[in-house]
């Protein structure tokens, strides 16, 4: 017969409840600043624009928001405008999100976070907040980015 010592197992069981809590992911960096910027109209029928003219097409900005923009053609009336500024640790000079040579996905290479093209969730990575998203509207060829966030 087999006995158990309880107060032995109570003690494993707090050691291995502190072990998991410690395996927590870090949850308080700080959050992207917003920063204002002046409405972005782009004619996306020229030819720079060319691959948002097709569901699933992107494009880097370097202009708008901190570091620029990343534009991506949801579907046939939608195109999103992510923040280029990763989502974990934000203040790092170097938490720029770029999109993967892939073309699957969105990544900072600084800390290897990545992240969705349809919504910004991170995928991988130290990221957990989403990237911060911006308005967009389609009229014809024209979309027009506004500095006010989505998310």
Same mark, same amino acid.
């Given at each position: 017969?087999? +006995? #158990?010592?309880?107060?032995?197992?109570?003690?494993?069981?707090?050691?291995?409840?502190?072990?998991?809590?410690? *395996?927590?992911?870090? =949850?308080?960096?700080?959050?992207?600043?917003?920063?204002?910027?002046?409405?972005?109209? =782009?004619?996306?029928?020229?030819?720079?624009?060319?691959?948002?003219?097709?569901?699933?097409? %992107?494009?880097?900005?370097?202009?708008?928001?901190?570091?620029?923009?990343?534009? %991506?053609?949801?579907?046939?009336? +939608?195109?999103?405008?992510?923040?280029? +500024?990763?989502? %974990?640790?934000?203040?790092?000079?170097?938490?720029? #999100?770029? #999109?993967?040579?892939?073309?699957?996905?969105?990544?900072?290479? *600084? *800390?290897?976070?990545?992240?969705?093209?349809?919504?910004?969730?991170?995928?991988?990575?130290?990221?957990?907040?989403?990237? =911060?998203? %911006?308005?967009?509207?389609?009229?014809?060829?024209?979309?027009?980015? +506004?500095?006010?966030? #989505?998310?």
């Amino acid at each position: 017969m087999i +006995t #158990v010592n309880l107060n032995f197992l109570k003690k494993l069981l707090i050691i291995g409840f502190i072990g998991l809590l410690a *395996c927590e992911p870090q =949850l308080s960096d700080d959050a992207i600043p917003i920063v204002p910027f002046e409405t972005i109209e =782009l004619n996306i029928a020229l030819p720079a624009y060319a691959p948002l003219q097709s569901i699933g097409g %992107y494009k880097a900005l370097s202009e708008g928001a901190t570091r620029g923009l990343i534009l %991506y053609r949801l579907d046939n009336i +939608t195109i999103l405008a992510f923040d280029r +500024t990763c989502s %974990y640790q934000p203040q790092d000079a170097c938490a720029t #999100v770029n #999109v993967h040579p892939s073309g699957l996905f969105m990544n900072d290479a *600084c *800390c290897s976070s990545t992240f969705r093209f349809d919504n910004g969730n991170p995928t991988g990575g130290p990221a957990w907040r989403p990237l =911060l998203q %911006y308005r967009t509207s389609l009229m014809g060829n024209t979309l027009t980015i +506004t500095d006010q966030p #989505v998310n």
